[in-house]
Structures are given as structure tokens and as C-alpha cells.
């Protein structure tokens, strides 16, 4: 399985998954992040710009993550404690939308679906039909100009509703019911669709060459094909296979495919 990123707002959303994946936090200048055998973790604090900002700075800091799951906290009309995932997040202010591609059903066997409304201060009309939160729509937009929509998806658990107002969240039960969630989202990282990457039999025969030439760690096999994903997305095309063995080492050709990645980045 390809690297993902758990992307979440407060700590007390991200002490649940630290603990259970036993990730450790990272030394980067400005962004809170973890790792672990598992993936990778990104607390990027309240709000659609935190969480696009994080979300960017993450994607270029870190270009083997391959898939980003926004999990947390949501306000809606469904019981308190319910894990639910996005068929649709939207912002609430600009109205644009985003669609993930849902695995099959019995993949997440009783896991509902809502739609996702990001706000920019809390909401309570509530309503079974969505959810609301600060973050998923900040997340997909930064997400959706590098990775394809079947590899970004949004998990929340309810918090709030009619019964139980905002005033009632604390940081106690907000860990114990992430916790509660943590089954669904490893189910989720598990049916990712890795396999149906586009041209993955053409990435994966550079790769294979490259790899037969040069030393290459379990890692760096996982980051090559990556970044050789990311490159075709953006240029339309692999690298030319001479050109990457011109360059003798696999530090080497990933630094050169980082550096053109770079240069042919979409700016937000």
C-alpha cells in the first residue's frame, strides 16, 4: 500500500490515530506533522485556510503520499458518536464541490454517506441529510490539483446535533469518539484503489528499470512510483528512461523528478 495521510484540525482528533498507529511527530519547521509504518498524519489546525495551506505545504514537503483522508468532527441531525463518510464535501461560501469515488459498500459495511458542508464558523441547523465542519473543503481543494478523487475522502463522526449542542464538545469526548472511528478509517486505507493508478504498468516497468540499476529501499521504491505518478498527472508523459539512468542514483532521480514536479506545479 502506497503512503496516505490522515489529515485532522485539533490535537485531540489526532491523539486517537497516534496511538494507535504508533506515529511519531516529524521535525518541520511550521507544520505538525507524524509518521509511522503506517503513514502519515497532519494536524493542520481550524479552518478551510489552515487546512488548504497545510494541505499543500504537506503534498510538496511529503510527494510519496499517494492518498489523504480528512478525518473529525462534524455537526448534523444523525445520532452523536455516528461515523459517516463525504459523498459530497462543499463550501458553504464559494459553492464549490467535490465528489470522491466511494469504494464498493461492503467495503464500509454500515458506514452511511452525507454530504459534507464546510462553514466558516459553526453551523446548527442540522440536518441527517449533511454534515457540517471547517476544514474538507479547504483539504479537497489543495488535494484535488494533485491527487484523483478515488485517493481524497472525508470522515467525520457527529459531535453535535439537536440534542446536544456545540456547548457540549470537550476534548475527552472528542478522543473517545475518533477513537471509536478508528476501525472505519483503517477500513478505508485498506480499499483504496492503489491498483488502478492510471499507467501503472508503464510506471511500474521505469521503475522496475530504474531499480535493477540502482539501489532503491523499500521507501524509495514507494516514493519513485509516486512521484512518477505525479509527474505524469502534471506533464502528460513519464521521463524518458535514458534520462533517469544518466543520473546513477536514486537520491539523484528523485531530486530531478521533484525539481520538475516543482516547476510544472499548479499554483493555488
Known amino acids: ?17 497516534i496511538k494507535y498507529f504508533g506515529l511519531s511527530a516529524m521535525n518541520h519547521p511550521y507544520l505538525r506533522l507524524y509518521h509511522g509504518d503506517s503513514g502519515y498524519l497532519l494536524q493542520c489546525g481550524v479552518g478551510k ?3 488548504a495551506s497545510g494541505t499543500a505545504a504537506m503534498l510538496q514537503y511529503l510527494p510519496d503520499v499517494a492518498a489523504i483522508i480528512n478525518v473529525g468532527i462534524a455537526g448534523s441531525d444523525l445520532p452523536i458518536g455516528d461515523t459517516v463518510i463525504a459523498h459530497g464535501v ?3 461560501a464559494s459553492q464549490q464541490q467535490w465528489f470522491p ?3 464498493p459498500v461492503r467495503k464500509l459495511a454500515g458506514v452511511s454517506s452525507v454530504q459534507v458542508l464546510s462553514v466558516d464558523t459553526p453551523a446548527t441547523d442540522y440536518s441527517p441529510e449533511h454534515a457540517f465542519d471547517m476544514e474538507a473543503s479547504g483539504i479537497f481543494n489543495a488535494a484535488a490539483k494533485v ?10 463522526v457527529i459531535s453535535d446535533n439537536n440534542q446536544s449542542g456545540i456547548q457540549q464538545i470537550n476534548a475527552t469526548s472528542v478522543v473517545e469518539q475518533i477513537g471509536n472511528a478508528v476501525p472505519v478509517v483503517e477500513k478505508l486505507l485498506q480499499s483504496l484503489p492503489f491498483d488502478t493508478l492510471p499507467c501503472a504498468k508503464s510506471v511500474n516497468a521505469l521503475s522496475t528499470t530504474l531499480i535493477d540499476q540502482m539501489h532503491y529501499t523499500t521507501t524509495e521504491t514507494h516514493t519513485l512510483k509516486q ?6 498527472a502534471l506533464r502528460g508523459e513519464l521521463p524518458s ?3 533517469l539512468l544518466n543520473l546513477k542514483s536514486a537520491k539523484a532521480v528523485r531530486q530531478h ?12
Do not use: G, W
Not at 3 to 14: D, M, N, T, Y
Not at 257 to 265: E, T, Y
Open 49 to 51: 485556510l489552515n487546512a
Open 147 to 156: 491527487l484523483d478523487l478515488a485517493f481524497v475522502h472525508s470522515i467525520k
Open 101 to 103: 469515488h466511494l469504494p
Open 241 to 243: 528512461t535514458q534520462s
Open 90 to 92: 462543499q463550501d458553504k
Open 227 to 232: 512521484l512518477l505518478h505525479r509527474y505524469n
Open 257 to 268: 523528478l521533484l525539481s520538475d514536479i516543482s516547476n510544472a506545479r499548479i499554483s493555488y
Open 1 to 17: 500500500m502506497l503512503p496516505s495521510c490522515l489529515i485532522v484540525a485539533l490535537p485531540a482528533e489526532a491523539r486517537p490515530f
